[in-house]
């Protein structure tokens, strides 16, 4: 949930995305951390970007990029765009992550395409997931997919993720629970804060 994705003037504005639909979520997203936080539950927080030479760049993502209208590194109103530092690279007030939280800044789409975030949750002793964040049909499916390739359970938070189409967003969230829930379920954020209530109430 970055400024590039989620502000005006970041990234997906740039490529002409509906910001106002990347916002969506963040009610929902704010209920999980509050409830997270108070039940002891390990947050971990996202961010797409690259170096600042962009020597981790694809040359195949910086097309994609330039073709979209929005071409990584280049200059904007919140800094250079998916750029690691820039003003833009850093995550929403409305979703600061605490001093204890970690912070995975990865140069792809899923998270955990080099990045340590498989490291720190196996040593956390972590085996199910709960996903939220932009956008749906990216960078949180590739995320999930990663994951459940991992041996992760996976929950997919629906309200919780955002999509400058709808059609794709009903189209990641169906995916997920094809086949009797291949790539894991889909709850909406009421659902898992029952869940896990109930869960702190057998503990």
């Given at each position: 949930?970055?400024?590039?994705?989620?502000?005006?003037?970041?990234?997906?504005?740039?490529?002409?995305?509906?910001?106002?639909?990347?916002?969506?979520?963040?009610?929902?997203?704010?209920?999980?951390?509050?409830?997270?936080?108070?039940?002891?539950?390990?947050?971990?927080?996202?961010?797409?970007?690259?170096?600042?030479?962009?020597?981790?760049?694809?040359?195949?993502?910086?097309?994609?990029?330039?073709?979209a209208?929005?071409?990584?590194?280049?200059?904007?109103?919140?800094?250079?765009?998916?750029?690691?530092?820039?003003?833009?690279?850093?995550?929403?007030?409305?979703?600061?992550?605490?001093?204890?939280?970690?912070?995975i800044?990865?140069?792809?789409?899923?998270?955990?395409?080099?990045?340590?975030?498989?490291?720190?949750?196996?040593?956390?002793?972590?085996?199910h997931?709960?996903?939220?964040?932009?956008?749906?049909e990216?960078?949180?499916?590739?995320?999930?997919?990663?994951?459940?390739?991992?041996?992760?359970?996976?929950?997919?938070?629906?309200?919780?993720?955002?999509?400058?189409?709808?059609?794709?967003?009903?189209?990641?969230?169906?995916?997920?629970?094809?086949?009797?829930?291949?790539?894991?379920?889909?709850?909406?954020?009421?659902?898992?804060?029952?869940?896990?209530?109930?869960?702190?109430?057998?503990?």
């Amino acid at each position: 949930m970055q400024r590039d994705f989620c502000a005006p003037g970041g990234y997906a504005d740039q490529a002409g995305l509906q910001i106002d639909r990347l916002r969506a979520p963040i009610p929902a997203i704010s209920r999980l951390l509050d409830s997270a936080r108070a039940l002891g539950l390990l947050v971990v927080h996202t961010r797409e970007g690259h170096r600042p030479d962009l020597t981790d760049l694809h040359d195949s993502k910086r097309r994609r990029a330039e073709h979209a209208g929005a071409p990584i590194g280049a200059r904007g109103p919140l800094g250079r765009l998916l750029v690691r530092g820039e003003y833009g690279h850093d995550l929403i007030d409305e979703l600061r992550p605490l001093a204890n939280e970690p912070v995975i800044d990865k140069p792809g789409y899923s998270a955990f395409a080099y990045t340590d975030l498989d490291l720190l949750l196996r040593r956390q002793g972590i085996g199910h997931l709960v996903l939220c964040g932009v956008t749906t049909e990216v960078c949180v499916s590739s995320t999930l997919r990663a994951a459940v390739e991992l041996g992760y359970a996976c929950t997919l938070v629906s309200d919780a993720c955002g999509s400058p189409s709808a059609e794709l967003h009903a189209a990641a969230l169906a995916m997920v629970e094809v086949e009797g829930g291949l790539f894991g379920r889909v709850l909406d954020s009421r659902s898992v804060l029952a869940e896990w209530e109930e869960n702190a109430c057998l503990a």
